[in-house]
């Protein structure tokens, strides 16, 4: 692993005013966030009072979007990071097993993100790796440890963003593998058979799995993709592609049983406005009809394993049956 050479307590922003105002309005970040630069010799363990550093590189290579996912919530929330602190490295691992989950149709948790990783300490930043041992299931097909050019590049917004009270860390937080019965075994067997690179994905894609609130295509239509010889794609491929951000995307006809995207995906991420958000992700409220990559129950009961069928049954369950012609996610 290449460390960095800089620590935490010593980063610097590099970044000029002129930038940091292409860059908010490049990925839709409100002006009411009031954004601003640190001053040029405080660094990120100082941001002013009410503020919260965040990265360039979080928006530019790690899917990250504000408002922040509730997945990304739940994990900083469990292990007592804050958002300023989490490394570039381990902001992408989280957005990409998000994705992983929601384009396998596996309803994200922290228990089965556990399984996967552990959380990790370099310079300051935290991180995650992989589980130690043998055997040891992993989600993507490339490893990522060490990424340049992104401790330096920083600015401040007001700190609903990340609603919650935590201090800085100086070690790793103690961690082990959760229980058996905490999470779908299956969902860990999919995740590990079907890897995918962790990379960037195309905005269209980050709004319909629910990590982007920048949709611009209009309520009434679905973000589609699409081969260089207009063969639809499906999600799975679109994912796995050697560059997802240069795929064609087009639009379908939003049907008639399916509610606009944004509507979908509202429980998804944070609400900046309410700051006592409690931490557990939430489901599409049961008074909207699900569309595709929505889920019944994104906050699952402990399960019980009983090796009679009580596991598929108890899916079965917490899951939405999908359409395949309206959601081609995987062949």
Known sequence: MVRDTIQLEDAISTISQEYLLEFTSEYGIPENLHHE???PEE????FPEGKVG???KFFEFANFRIPISQFLFDILGHYQIHLSQLSVIG??????????????NIIPTLNLFRVFYVPSYNSGWMSFSKQPGKNIPQCYT???DSLKNWNNRFFCVDEKVFPTVVEWRTNTPKNGMPSADSYFTADVATLNTRRTPIQ?????????VGLSRNYFL????????HYDDDRDMDLFNLISAPNPTKVKTGTRPRAVHEVPLLTVTTSRVIEMEDTTVASGSSGTPSTLEKSPLDFANENPSP??????GTEDQVRDELSCEIPPKENPTTP
């Open 37 to 39: 630069l640190p001053g």
């Open 218 to 225: 209009g309520d009434d239509v679905y973000p589609t993709f």
């Open 142 to 144: 490339n490893p990522l």
């Open 54 to 56: 965040v990265y360039t």
């Open 200 to 208: 960037k994905q195309p905005e269209a894609l980050l709004c319909l």
């Open 91 to 104: 902001e992408t691992k989280v957005s990409h097993f998000e994705i992983n989950c929601r384009v396998l």
């Open 303 to 308: 399960l019980i394993t009983k090796g009679d």
């Open 43 to 46: 660094p990120i363990v100082e």
